[in-house]
């Protein structure tokens, strides 16, 4: 696992620690357990750096269309026993500037990323984390648009995979919404949408992303 370790790139002494790359404008950019920094990929110098007040807990594969990342972080600054993950941030990697906070609802902690744009997640309540769980998107600014309970929909989150159900979102696009939906196990046209997203004001990528539940807490459970 290679990384930009002191300003210098080199093997990652902690790589458990160690998050997602994203390059932008001659830039990488990367979160380092309590802070988020630039180095310029020609020789390593940070650019920029911003401090967080706790540890990072995720962060996306990639960013949205127009270059943002969301950070998802610990709630206090200490190591201890029930520090939830229940802090998300959206950084602009040219600047690092944070542009919005967003802490989950009460007594409830982060469970995976489902999207960055719009931004999907799970959250699982802190004392159930396998049976209670929620679908929670949000919208401009990082201020809540919707919460749905999908286990009336036959979904659980990260549970097993003898349903063969998948959680599978549908990017939008100029020409149409996009939608997070729970398609069943035989396939298509046994799709249960969830969530629709609006069409895309710009011209992105569009993708499809999804995959079976797994075990809570696995590394095989979906991420964006």
Known sequence: MYAVTDGRWG??????KV???????????????RKVAA????????????????????????PTPD??????????????????????QMIDPRTGKVLWRHRTAPGRQFGSLI???????????????????????????GKLRTTIDPRDKGLKHCAGSGS??????????????????LMGPGGAGTEKVLLRHPAA????ETWMGGGPMWTAGSSSCPRA
């Open 19 to 33: 998050h997602d790359l994203w390059t932008v404008d001659g830039i990488v950019v990367q979160a380092l357990y």
């Open 11 to 16: 093997r990652s002494a902690a790589p458990d």
């Open 115 to 141: 999207s960055v744009d719009p931004v999907v997640f799970t959250t699982v309540n802190a004392e159930d984390t396998t049976a209670d769980w929620r679908v929670v998107a949000l919208g401009p600014g």
């Open 67 to 88: 270059g943002k990342v969301v950070i998802v972080r610990q709630e206090r600054p200490d190591d201890e026993r029930g520090n939830r993950c229940n802090q998300l």
């Open 39 to 62: 180095y310029r990929l020609s020789d390593g110098a940070e650019v920029w750096s911003v401090p967080l007040p706790s540890a990072v807990c995720e962060t996306p594969a990639d």
């Open 201 to 204: 004001a710009s011209a992105p």
């Open 164 to 181: 063969g159900a998948a959680l599978v979102y549908e990017s939008a696009s100029p020409d149409g919404p996009g939608r997070t939906f």
